[in-house]
């Protein structure tokens, strides 16, 4: 149809509804009139678009920045409201989460932290390796490693071995009342296995709460680090770079939050490393060093002194995700970021260092061949000691455990990929619905 022949038939169709509404026959609008009319309800509508329509995009994402503020500090005043001495108001408040917590890592001490905020005391229940594998396939850790790491965290106050994958209405009874339990909690994303809710059970009690998942982080991601083996989790063209998770000051300060400056009179012991990947060697060396004096601070080399000693994509988590990691240790009392390679005289005085010390199994160093070059201080001043390492665990386990069953993994990762794809899409999907365009990084 050409633009006349569609402005002669608008001007009929005017011309019929003003006669069906009982205008006279000479009332209808001339083809100048209406082509006039066209114009300006298109430019009017275009204007409006220009200038107030982008207006309601921006109130979309300044409302959803606002909701994503109002949830953190909901998560801080919980966290304020536990830490708060009311003598007036002592019950305990128990918590339980459980999980397979393979590979554990800062994105799993987070949820412990975000669980023990809803209490007092939290309970983790650790899957068994029969359950998981029933369920999703052969978990990567086995039950002894896996329970290592989750007791290790500062956050967990007791754990619970062999839990079901599934937790049936007896379990749950039984976990309640054996372990005198307030509420299950989990991640708030969906956990269906053969079309069925995981937690069920504990929703129809009604004793089932969520916390936020860690978002930018997950056992897949670094998973995928090591089947790819590309340097995309840090900067490309070099090292340093935060990976998709967003650390800020305050998941630092979260972290920290029951780090105290050590008295004069406590013997300070220092160990450094990448602690990369952190895992259950690292765990006993740690534990280790801290029962050879009252305050252990753990020094964290940086991204670039990493890769200098380990090559390839190493450190599979940056330096930032390291500092969480190791935060999270309940034998570390605090941590020293970015610690310098080589240990100085005013180093050692600063920190008040009373011992250095060094395992005899290493992740980051192969052979301590510059050992005189890097302790030179410490060795002058009688203050280092290589102690003997209580495990033999060290990241070339999990990597050579991977690699072993490349295809495997390359398939379980790949469907853990679209399974964490689909669920953030449906998550900001379901925000946009309700007027928020979308959110920012926990």
Same mark, same amino acid.
């Given at each position: 149809?050409?633009?006349?022949? %569609?402005?002669?038939?608008?001007?009929?169709?005017? $011309?019929?509804?003003?006669?069906?509404?009982?205008?006279?026959? !000479?009332?209808?609008?001339?083809?100048?009139?209406?082509?006039? !009319?066209?114009?300006?309800?298109?430019?009017?509508?275009?204007?409006?678009?220009?200038?107030?329509?982008?207006?309601?995009?921006?109130?979309?994402?300044?409302?959803?920045?606002?909701? $994503?503020?109002?949830?953190?500090?909901?998560?801080?005043?919980?966290? $304020?409201?536990?830490?708060?001495?009311?003598?007036?108001? +002592?019950?305990?408040?128990?918590?339980?989460?459980? @999980?397979?917590?393979?590979?554990?890592?800062?994105?799993?001490?987070?949820? %412990?932290?975000?669980?023990?905020? #809803?209490?007092?005391?939290?309970?983790?229940?650790?899957? !068994?390796?029969? !359950?998981?594998?029933?369920?999703? /396939?052969?978990?990567?850790?086995?039950?002894?490693?896996?329970?290592?790491?989750?007791?290790?965290?500062? %956050?967990?106050?007791?754990?619970?071995?062999?839990?079901?994958?599934?937790?049936?209405?007896?379990?749950?009874?039984?976990?309640?009342?054996?372990?005198?339990?307030?509420?299950?909690?989990?991640?708030?994303?969906?956990?269906?296995?053969?079309?069925?809710?995981?937690?069920?059970?504990?929703?129809?009690?009604?004793?089932?709460?969520?916390?936020?998942?860690?978002?930018?982080?997950?056992?897949?991601?670094?998973?995928?680090?090591?089947?790819?083996?590309?340097?995309?989790?840090?900067?490309? /063209?070099?090292?340093?770079?935060?990976?998709?998770?967003?650390?800020? +000051?305050?998941? #630092?300060?979260?972290?920290?939050?029951?780090?105290?400056?050590?008295?004069?009179?406590?013997?300070?012991?220092?160990?450094?490393?990448?602690?990369?990947?952190?895992?259950?060697?690292?765990?006993?060396?740690?534990?280790?060093?801290?029962?050879?004096?009252?305050? #252990?601070?753990? @020094?964290?080399?940086?991204?670039?002194?990493?890769?200098?000693?380990?090559?390839?994509?190493?450190?599979?988590?940056?330096?930032?995700?390291?500092?969480?990691?190791?935060?999270?240790?309940?034998?570390?009392?605090?941590?020293?970021?970015?610690?310098?390679?080589?240990?100085?005289?005013?180093?050692?005085?600063?920190?008040?260092?009373?011992?250095?010390?060094?395992?005899?199994?290493?992740?980051?160093?192969?052979?301590? +061949?510059?050992?005189?070059?890097?302790?030179?201080?410490?060795?002058?001043? @009688?203050?280092?000691?290589?102690?003997?390492?209580?495990?033999?665990?060290? #990241?070339?386990?999990?990597?050579?455990?991977?690699?072993?069953?490349?295809?495997?993994? $390359?398939?379980?990762?790949?469907?853990?990929?679209?399974?964490?794809?689909?669920?953030? &899409?449906? &998550?900001?999907?379901?925000?946009?619905?309700? @007027?928020?365009?979308?959110?920012?990084?926990?």
């Amino acid at each position: 149809m050409s633009e006349s022949a %569609f402005i002669t038939w608008l001007v009929e169709l005017i $011309q019929k509804l003003l006669v069906l509404v009982g205008a006279p026959d !000479s009332f209808g609008p001339s083809a100048v009139d209406t082509s006039r !009319s066209v114009v300006a309800i298109s430019m009017t509508l275009l204007f409006y678009y220009i200038f107030f329509g982008n207006r309601h995009s921006r109130k979309r994402r300044r409302l959803a920045t606002e909701l $994503q503020v109002a949830k953190e500090k909901l998560h801080f005043l919980q966290e $304020q409201v536990r830490d708060a001495k009311d003598e007036g108001d +002592s019950k305990e408040i128990r918590i339980f989460l459980d @999980g397979a917590f393979d590979m554990m890592h800062y994105g799993h001490m987070n949820a %412990f932290r975000l669980a023990r905020s #809803l209490g007092t005391h939290l309970v983790v229940g650790v899957n !068994s390796d029969q !359950s998981i594998t029933n369920c999703k /396939g052969k978990p990567l850790m086995n039950d002894d490693e896996r329970m290592t790491m989750v007791s290790s965290c500062k %956050f967990v106050d007791q754990i619970v071995p062999e839990c079901p994958y599934i937790m049936n209405k007896d379990y749950l009874d039984h976990v309640i009342k054996e372990y005198n339990i307030d509420y299950v909690v989990h991640g708030d994303d969906p956990c269906f296995v053969d079309g069925k809710d995981v937690y069920e059970a504990a929703k129809a009690a009604g004793k089932f709460r969520t916390i936020p998942r860690t978002e930018g982080v997950s056992t897949t991601d670094i998973v995928g680090r090591m089947l790819l083996l590309t340097k995309e989790h840090h900067i490309h /063209g070099g090292l340093g770079s935060q990976s998709k998770f967003l650390t800020t +000051s305050r998941m #630092l300060k979260l972290f920290s939050a029951d780090v105290r400056t050590p008295t004069k009179a406590m013997r300070v012991i220092y160990i450094d490393g990448a602690w990369d990947l952190f895992h259950p060697g690292h765990v006993a060396v740690l534990k280790a060093a801290k029962a050879r004096g009252d305050y #252990l601070i753990a @020094g964290i080399h940086g991204d670039a002194v990493v890769n200098r000693q380990m090559g390839a994509n190493f450190p599979l988590l940056n330096l930032h995700e390291r500092v969480l990691s190791v935060l999270g240790c309940r034998f570390v009392d605090d941590v020293l970021i970015d610690a310098p390679y080589e240990i100085t005289q005013e180093m050692i005085s600063s920190l008040n260092i009373a011992e250095v010390v060094h395992g005899t199994m290493c992740d980051d160093i192969e052979n301590m +061949s510059d050992e005189d070059n890097r302790y030179r201080y410490a060795k002058a001043a @009688g203050i280092f000691s290589v102690i003997k390492s209580p495990s033999d665990f060290r #990241l070339e386990n999990i990597v050579q455990r991977i690699q072993e069953n490349q295809d495997t993994f $390359q398939a379980k990762f790949k469907r853990k990929k679209k399974a964490e794809t689909d669920h953030y &899409k449906q &998550k900001y999907k379901r925000i946009d619905s309700n @007027g928020d365009a979308e959110t920012t990084e926990q």
